[in-house]
């Protein structure tokens, strides 16, 4: 409870859960870091505690469960220090999916990072969480699952940097999300296209794309759109 840890060049292999961080408690992770075939979660993050990548290249792969779930108010963040610059976190073929966000965010803030999602279910389920990454200098690639899928309250601020691709669907919303803001940025720009359906978007969903190159769009009729693309 309450305890702070700075982990560097580290394996987490192997065991039920890998990295754990709970109760007011914070890690900073820093380095070459591998929390990789698990049993259950690479990294859990739960009870208002946070996780954040300072220039880490981490790896969260091939876990029985997902590659990071955070919850009860917690956050996984780059943050934008000097050092955060280039960070990255990797996740592949875990198997329940990338990241999960249960009433918690994930933060990536005046940082050159990227977070590469493959060959999982999902890539990221926001379940009355939030994505904010609204500088324009952050790169999320998702792809083989679903992309992005949004249940009750999930909400997502994108500002250039977001590819989604190759999954079955690529942007999903269920269960009442809530507000969803996809920005493109000319010297960073967003692409959801090549999935077999790019946007579905059901529940009374709210959805903003701008500039966002967006293959295809399904909506039923409680969902509000705007901007370049829009509900048909």
């Known amino acids: 409870m309450g305890s702070t840890a700075e982990l560097t060049d580290c394996s987490i292999l192997r065991n039920r859960l890998g990295i754990d961080v709970y109760t007011q408690s914070s890690a900073v992770l820093k380095g070459s870091i591998r929390t990789n075939d698990n049993l259950t979660n690479g990294a859990d993050v739960n009870g208002t505690s946070i996780l954040e990548i300072r220039g880490a290249q981490v790896e969260a792969s091939r876990n029985g469960g997902f590659g990071l779930v955070a919850g009860s108010n917690s956050q996984l963040a780059v943050f934008g220090f000097a050092g955060s610059r280039g960070s990255t976190f990797t996740f592949d073929a875990n198997g329940g999916g990338g990241i999960v966000?249960?009433?918690?965010?994930?933060?990536v803030f005046r940082s050159e990072s990227t977070i590469t999602i493959t060959n999982s279910p999902f890539g990221i389920l926001v379940g009355?969480?939030?994505?904010?990454?609204?500088?324009?200098?952050g790169t999320f690639v998702i792809e083989n699952g679903v992309g992005l899928d949004f249940g009750l309250d999930g909400t997502a601020l994108f500002r250039g940097g977001l590819t989604v691709r190759n999954n079955g669907t690529g942007v999903r919303t269920t269960n009442g999300a809530g507000v969803l803001t996809f920005i493109s940025s000319p010297s960073n720009p967003s692409a959801i296209t090549g999935?077999?359906?790019?946007?579905?978007?059901?529940?009374?969903?709210?959805?903003?794309?701008?500039?966002?190159?967006?293959?295809?769009?399904?909506?039923?009729?409680?969902?509000?759109s705007r901007g370049t693309t829009v509900c048909p």
């Open 101 to 107: 966000l249960g009433d918690s965010v994930l933060n």
């Open 128 to 137: 009355a969480g939030k994505i904010i990454g609204p500088d324009g200098v």
């Open 195 to 224: 999935n077999g359906v790019d946007v579905d978007l059901r529940f009374g969903a709210r959805a903003t794309f701008d500039g966002v190159d967006v293959g295809t769009i399904t909506c039923d009729s409680t969902v509000l």
